[in-house]
């Protein structure tokens, strides 16, 4: 019924499909049993990853079953009910089309999710179970009370994959750069080039999306100097009107990250982490994958980066005085030589007749004035 929905582009009653008060939530334990429900339930999940295969005659095969199949998308989620992971694939443009298109212009992975009637069919791809869809997949708001965290990471003991995903307040973010993402948002906006774009179509062109990419480290867990990178985690931290900008100020742009981390740090706020690893048996390593970093409730307050220079009439509440807090910041709290020296941001002195114009001005209009009397390329 979702997919009815979708063709007859009702987008919002497609995704309240999976919502109804009727559909019970279930989880993969549920699904696995001999007793598995039969009709209205979901279940909800993280995703993970989404794989784009770069060899279309590559296989996978299903274990027990001697069959192998090429699949066109593979999806890693974690069930957060009961915190087991699990796959879905698709085998063809086709039916990857009918199974995201409710993620055509919002990002999946890393995303939570609503699948509806989701079936074990006794297949498993790397000791893990593999459900089959028969509905587009929807986006979920998550209540935080009901998904099961862990404590901490756990050890993959012999698995071949495990998933994690757990809430803490003390995070550190080093080396932190901002990069031209992929145009497309389902792909939450940056893969090397060695990567094929998980999205559904290809999407060569579009609006730049930024991606923030950093270390990521979590006192007392594997998360050490973790590469993460990813666009939504840049919104967290980057004002939205700067999202877009190429040169970012990366030495302000550290500082205000760490001024961030603090400020959500002293109300307490945690930040969930979500992620998974795999083992190389033959090497005997293990890889491991950030999927996801978001507080678990975003504060509109929390100082955010910006590149916008304010006009003398807005100094007082605008991102320059967020720039020159993160230089004190810096100032105090970095210990050792002295910061690389950065340049202040170039803006006109303070006219008295622009100022009085300012006063009686509307604020656009005394933006607009100010901006093109500014100096630029400095
Ligand atoms: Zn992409």
Same mark, same amino acid.
């Given at each position: 019924?979702?997919?009815?929905?979708?063709?007859?582009?009702?987008?919002?009653?497609?995704?309240?499909y999976?919502?109804?008060?009727?559909?019970?939530?279930?989880?993969?334990?549920?699904?696995?049993?001999?007793?598995?429900?039969?009709?209205?339930?979901?279940?909800?999940?993280?995703?993970?990853?989404?794989?784009?295969?770069?060899?279309?005659?590559?296989?996978?095969?299903?274990?027990?079953?001697?069959?192998?199949?090429?699949?066109?998308?593979?999806?890693?989620?974690?069930?957060?009910?009961?915190?087991?992971?699990?796959?879905?694939?698709?085998?063809?443009?086709?039916?990857?089309?009918?199974?995201?298109?409710?993620?055509?212009?919002?990002?999946?992975?890393?995303?939570?999710?609503?699948?509806?009637?989701?079936?074990?069919?006794?297949?498993?791809?790397?000791?893990?179970?593999?459900?089959?869809?028969? @509905?587009?997949?929807?986006?979920?708001?998550?209540?935080?009370?009901?998904?099961l965290l862990?404590?901490?990471?756990?050890?993959?003991?012999?698995?071949?994959?495990?998933?994690?995903?757990?809430?803490?307040?003390?995070?550190?973010?080093?080396?932190?750069?901002?990069?031209?993402?992929?145009?497309?948002?389902?792909?939450?906006?940056?893969?090397?080039?060695?990567?094929?774009?998980?999205?559904?179509?290809?999407?060569?062109?579009?609006?730049?999306?930024m991606?923030?990419?950093?270390?990521?480290?979590?006192?007392?867990?594997?998360?050490?100097?973790?590469?993460?990178?990813?666009?939504?985690?840049?919104?967290?931290?980057?004002?939205?009107?700067?999202?877009?900008?190429?040169?970012?100020?990366?030495?302000?742009?550290?500082?205000?990250?760490?001024?961030?981390?603090?400020?959500?740090?002293?109300?307490?706020?945690?930040?969930?982490?979500?992620?998974?690893?795999?083992r190389?048996? @033959?090497?005997?390593?293990?890889?491991?994958?950030?999927?996801?970093?978001?507080?678990?409730?975003?504060?509109?307050?929390?100082?955010?980066?910006?590149?916008?220079?304010?006009?003398?009439?807005?100094?007082?509440?605008?991102?320059?005085?967020?720039?020159?807090?993160?230089?004190?910041?810096?100032?105090?709290?970095?210990?050792?030589?002295?910061?690389?020296h950065v340049?202040?941001?170039?803006?006109?002195?303070?006219?008295?007749?622009?100022?009085?114009?300012?006063?009686?001005?509307?604020?656009?209009?005394?933006?607009? @004035?100010?901006?093109?009397?500014?100096p630029?390329? @400095?």
């Amino acid at each position: 019924m979702i997919n009815e929905y979708v063709q007859m582009s009702k987008m919002d009653q497609a995704v309240a499909y999976a919502f109804r008060p009727e559909v019970t939530q279930a989880n993969l334990p549920m699904l696995m049993s001999n007793d598995p429900p039969l009709e209205d339930y979901r279940v909800m999940a993280l995703v993970l990853s989404v794989k784009n295969p770069r060899d279309k005659t590559k296989t996978i095969k299903y274990s027990g079953k001697d069959t192998a199949v090429s699949y066109h998308r593979l999806c890693l989620c974690r069930d957060l009910d009961s915190g087991e992971e699990f796959y879905f694939l698709t085998t063809n443009p086709t039916q990857t089309a009918s199974i995201f298109p409710l993620f055509r212009q919002s990002q999946l992975h890393g995303a939570f999710i609503a699948l509806l009637e989701p079936i074990y069919k006794q297949n498993k791809i790397l000791e893990i179970p593999l459900l089959t869809l028969k @509905e587009a997949i929807s986006p979920a708001t998550i209540n935080l009370a009901k998904i099961l965290l862990n404590d901490i990471i756990p050890d993959p003991g012999s698995n071949l994959i495990t998933t994690f995903l757990f809430a803490t307040i003390q995070l550190s973010l080093v080396q932190c750069k901002f990069l031209s993402g992929c145009p497309a948002p389902f792909c939450d906006g940056y893969h090397g080039a060695e990567i094929l774009c998980p999205a559904p179509q290809a999407q060569s062109s579009g609006s730049l999306q930024m991606a923030l990419s950093c270390l990521v480290s979590v006192p007392n867990t594997p998360l050490k100097l973790v590469s993460h990178i990813s666009a939504s985690l840049a919104k967290y931290f980057i004002a939205h009107n700067s999202l877009t900008k190429r040169n970012l100020d990366i030495p302000l742009l550290k500082v205000s990250i760490r001024q961030t981390v603090q400020y959500y740090a002293e109300r307490n706020v945690r930040w969930l982490i979500g992620g998974w690893y795999k083992r190389n048996v @033959e090497r005997g390593t293990t890889k491991l994958h950030i999927s996801t970093i978001r507080p678990e409730t975003v504060l509109p307050e929390a100082p955010l980066f910006s590149t916008e220079v304010p006009e003398p009439a807005n100094i007082e509440a605008g991102p320059v005085e967020r720039r020159q807090r993160a230089r004190r910041f810096e100032d105090e709290n970095v210990p050792g030589p002295a910061p690389p020296h950065v340049e202040p941001p170039a803006r006109a002195p303070p006219a008295p007749r622009r100022q009085r114009a300012a006063d009686d001005a509307p604020a656009q209009e005394q933006g607009q @004035e100010a901006a093109g009397k500014r100096p630029r390329g @400095e």
